[in-house]
């Protein structure tokens, strides 16, 4: 007597490959974060702004490893969640004074923006597809294959962080040489040194009709701008520099135009 088998359900494949293509969107996002934050974030005046990079980098090695193991609706809405988050702080930071005091502009910083931009709408699109009922969220993979999986993300993860930290700490370390101890005594008088999302000293000393140099030694562009409006700088990318010649005492107040928890001041004495 033959035995009839049940169709494969419609969609079963393609779900799972869209589920499984949802996972390395996210998780590749959530690097991204983890990268920015090992690069410079975790240097902002703000630490909330730090903070918030990490807990996205865990949310979506978490939510990633999820996708790839479960098929559950309440997991694919936690990834498209996690992709809307991300998308709606890239959004406020671009406007008003941004999020924690971090203002960009554009695709900055590049090309992580980009990347990450990309990973995110990725996965949301991907992930609602899974909604279709002829698609659906394929199916759940055995045990034998989940673990290695999650263990392969969760691996990636560590290793990307401990690679990142590795590679911030020697990139600053001759910056850190060549400024003394803590990075805050410049080169020659009249210059300022910007890294670590800060400005280096942050008080300086000059005379009337003497020129300050701003020089980016941060991985991500910087600007220059007088609270009084004397001077601005256009965005100053990493390795460039900016000038500007003071022509009349007085104490003048900047900051950073794109990170406005920044600041500094230049005296002018006659």
Same mark, same amino acid.
């Given at each position: ?72 609706? #309440? ?11 991300t998308l709606g702080a890239f959004a406020m930071s671009r406007v008003g004074d941004g999020v ?12 992580? #923006? ?45 290793? #990307?962080?401990? +690679? +990142? ?48 140099? +701003? ?32 022509? #009349? ?22």
């Open positions: 007597m033959s035995r009839t088998h049940s169709p494969t359900p419609t969609g079963t494949t393609a779900g799972t490959a869209l589920r499984c293509l949802a996972a390395v969107a996210v998780f590749t996002g959530g690097l991204v974060h983890l990268q920015l934050y090992l690069h410079g974030y975790r240097s902002l005046p703000d630490a909330d702004l730090g903070r918030s990079f990490v807990l996205n980098a865990v949310a979506s090695t978490v939510v990633a490893v999820a996708l790839i193991a479960r098929t559950d609706t #309440a997991v694919r809405l936690a990834g498209m969640a996690v992709s809307v988050g924690f005091g971090l203002r960009e502009h554009g695709l900055q910083p590049s090309p992580q #923006a980009a990347i990450a931009l990309v990973a995110e709408v990725a996965a949301l699109l991907l992930l609602a597809l899974t909604f279709i009922p002829t698609i659906g969220a394929g199916e759940r993979p055995s045990a034998r294959l989940v673990l290695p999986a999650a263990a392969a993300v969760v691996l990636v993860a560590v290793a #990307a962080g401990t +690679w +990142w930290d590795h590679t911030a700490s020697a990139a600053a370390s001759p910056a850190d040489a060549s400024t003394g101890a803590g990075g805050d005594t410049p080169s020659a008088p009249g210059s300022v040194e910007v890294k670590d999302f800060a400005f280096h000293p942050a008080h300086v000393t000059v005379h009337v009709g003497d020129t300050v140099t +701003w020089t980016n030694h941060d991985q991500f562009s910087h600007s220059v701008v007088d609270k009084a409006g004397t001077f601005r700088s256009d965005p100053i990318t990493p390795g460039h520099t900016f000038q500007h010649t003071f022509d #009349a005492a007085g104490t003048y107040t900047y900051f950073c135009g794109i990170h406005p928890s920044m600041t500094a001041t230049v005296v002018v004495t006659g």
